[in-house]
């Protein structure tokens, strides 16, 4: 059964995308999205499909990871990063479609656990020691990861923890750590336990902002999708109205 999610954005803001697309041939665009973004960008690339034509092939993984395969000739067409830094510097390198990076969400850090009652609303597990491991994206490549690491340090406790993290290569694969209880609890993305509005299991704390750097993440056209009107419809999509709204309601990120 399609999401709420999925219902609202081909009702509303996609009909703009019909039009346009309608006397156009189908074109397919492939797209690096930051694993944060997984559960949205999904629902999204259905309905992209369903109302525009063309077909979105969408690879999962760490930014930084992404940044380093682009350089080297990867066939992306649009960076969906966990920052803002890596698109701008692929801006700056004359690899990117000029005018085409904007902010498309700000990242919601959040402490959680599989196990009911582990994680408190405050986070003070942390200081408690109940638990063995704890799992973190890499933070050299995953902006995630990064926050979490200025978490812990912000909080004074990135000495004592650190003999108990387990890193992923993605903050994709730091989730799953938790999730198979390979680690007790772990810091990962809001949206990754989030769905309309409620978090699904498990226990939370989502992480006071002013702890870490904002977790400002930006989209990009790359330079070989310039004439690609596939690109172009798949970020008039992200940047409606409708997909903004839902984005903040569902699954927890902010918005500019």
Do not use: C
Not at 90 to 104: A, H, I, N, Q, W
Not at 176 to 205: C, H, M, P, R, Y
Not at 230 to 246: F, T
């Amino acid at each position: 059964m399609p999401s709420r999610f999925s219902r609202l954005i081909a009702l509303t803001g996609a009909v703009v995308l019909v039009t346009l697309s309608a006397t156009a041939r189908a074109d397919t665009v492939n797209i690096a999205v930051a694993a944060n973004f997984t559960a949205p960008a999904k629902v999204l690339a259905a309905v992209f499909e369903k109302t525009t034509g063309h077909t979105a092939r969408l690879s999962f993984g760490p930014t930084g990871g992404f940044y380093t395969q682009i350089k080297s000739g990867a066939p992306f067409d649009i960076l969906l990063a966990a920052d803002d830094e890596r698109p701008a510097r692929l801006e700056k390198e004359g690899d990117t479609v000029p005018g085409s990076r904007f902010t498309y969400a700000i990242g919601r850090l959040v402490l959680w656990s599989a196990k009911p009652g582990l994680v408190d609303a405050q986070g003070a597990v942390l200081r408690s020691g109940q638990f063995n491991k704890l799992a973190i994206a890499n933070p050299k490549l995953a902006p995630y990861g990064a926050a979490a690491v200025e978490t812990m340090n912000k909080l004074g406790l990135y000495s004592a923890l650190q003999p108990r993290l387990v890193e992923g290569s993605s903050i994709g694969q730091a989730y799953q750590f938790v999730a198979s209880g390979n680690a007790d609890l772990g810091f990962v993305a809001l949206a990754q336990i989030q769905e309309a509005g409620v978090i699904k299991g498990g226990s939370a704390w989502v992480v006071p902002a002013d702890l870490h750097t904002p977790i400002v993440q930006d989209a990009v056209i790359l330079k070989r999708a310039a004439g690609n009107p596939a690109a172009k419809a798949w970020m008039q999509l992200l940047r409606s109205p409708k997909v903004k709204e839902q984005l903040v309601r569902g699954y927890g990120y902010d918005v500019k």
